[in-house]
């Protein structure tokens, strides 16, 4: 992480939300044996969420109807999808993935 997506993390001021289109993401990769996690998975997602405040954000319609307008210039279907939730909620999104950006979403890293 990068020293400015750091202070915004530790920043107290600031609500994090961690996306649920991430916890599907991670899921599918944990079952292609792509991603290794010690210990269940979503165990130490929630213990980690807990422990730094962490709330979800759930994938709702509204989302899902951005994700159309979006023109194509990302094809992860998850990170079109974390755009457009930061888009629909006015959030920003900590990511080194310049093409967020393009989309209009402030980035931070």
């Given amino acids: 992480m990068s020293p400015r997506a750091r202070e915004a993390f530790l920043d107290p001021d600031n609500l994090l939300f961690l ?3 991430s ?10 044996g792509k991603l290794q996690v010690a ?3 979503n165990d130490v997602v ?3 969420m807990s422990a730094n405040g962490i709330a979800w954000l759930s994938i709702e319609y509204e989302h899902c109807v951005r994700v159309a307008a979006l023109p194509f210039h990302h094809r992860d279907p998850f990170d079109r999808l974390i755009g457009a939730q930061a888009k629909s909620e006015r959030m920003a999104i900590v990511s080194r993935d ?4 393009s989309y209009g979403v402030r980035r931070i890293w």
């Fill in 19 to 21: 996306s649920m289109a």
């Fill in 23 to 32: 916890a599907w993401e991670i899921a599918i990769k944990i079952s292609l």
């Fill in 39 to 41: 210990g269940r998975w």
């Fill in 46 to 48: 929630q213990r980690e």
């Fill in 98 to 101: 310049l093409s967020f950006e």
